[in-house]
T-cell receptor
Framework: DVKVTQSSRYLVKRTGEKVFLECVQD?????MFWYRQDPGLGLRLIYF???????EKGDIPEGYSVSREKKERFSLILESASTNQTSMYLC???????????FGDGTRLSIL | GDSVTQMEGPVTLSEEAFLTINCTYT??????LFWYVQYPGEGLQLLLK?????DKGSNKGFEATYRKETTSFHLEKGSVQVSDSAVYFC?????????????FGTGTRLLVSP
């Protein structure tokens, strides 16, 4: 069965810290995505990657960067965490266009 | 650009009631349409999908029909259960505008009471 694993379910960090969120998929999918989920706003795309070392900005990339050194792993980096980045972060992957995305269980991140 | 509009929640129903959650979309191409469900404390999982006009997606008693003439993809279930309480997201994927990206609605929370 398809599996997307996010390294932490809950994370608490301080303002100004550099924060890493990790996501691993075991399906050999080319494409991986990072979203943030906020009440009333739905899911918004932060970054996506269509191949190793390849990335594109989504709708809200400011304050974030990503890394994809291996096909199965896609990391989201908060360069200097701020309180407005407190949110639920969801990782997803997909094999090809038109197919449904597979999601991890999410990381609830609190920035104090 | 592409967009998805869902009815605001929460939708509160008694067990065995009929459910409709409205979803309309705007897209320049010929999108694929999806309904995802998010149970408490979990990520999203695909509930059903439709890839062309007049297709009906169905799963676990839920149904939605791709209506190109009304640009809609409303979710229905004939008899809801307490276990259906969750947040439901309508989404589209349009290869003409965004690779494999999904555009999501804001989500509709469903609360079913015994």
């Amino acid at each position: 069965d398809v599996k997307v694993t996010q390294s932490s379910r809950y994370l608490v960090k301080r303002t100004g810290e550099k924060v890493f969120l990790e996501c691993v998929q075991d399906m050999d999918h080319e494409n991986m995505f990072w979203y943030r989920q906020d009440p009333g706003l739905g899911l918004r795309l932060i970054y996506f990657s269509y191949d190793v070392k390849m990335k594109e900005k989504g709708d809200i990339p400011e304050g974030y960067s990503v890394s994809r050194e291996k096909k199965e792993r896609f990391s989201l980096i908060l360069e200097s965490a701020s309180t407005n980045q407190t949110s639920m972060y969801l990782c997803a992957s997909i094999l090809t266009g038109g197919q449904p995305q597979h999601f991890g269980d999410g990381t609830r991140l609190s920035i104090l | 650009g592409d967009s998805v509009t869902q009815m605001e929640g929460p939708v509160t129903l008694s067990e065995e009631a009929f459910l409709t959650i409205n979803c309309t979309y705007t897209a320049t191409g010929y999108p694929s349409l999806f309904w995802y469900v998010q149970y408490p404390g979990e990520g999203l999982q695909l509930l059903l999908k439709a890839t062309k006009a007049d297709d009906k997606g169905s799963n676990k008693g839920f149904e939605a029909t791709y209506r190109k003439e009304t640009t809609s993809f409303h979710l229905e279930k004939g008899s809801v259960q307490v276990s259906d309480s969750a947040v439901y997201f309508c989404a589209l994927s349009d290869l003409n505008t965004g690779f494999q990206k999904l555009v999501f609605g804001t989500g509709t929370r469903l609360l079913v009471s015994p």
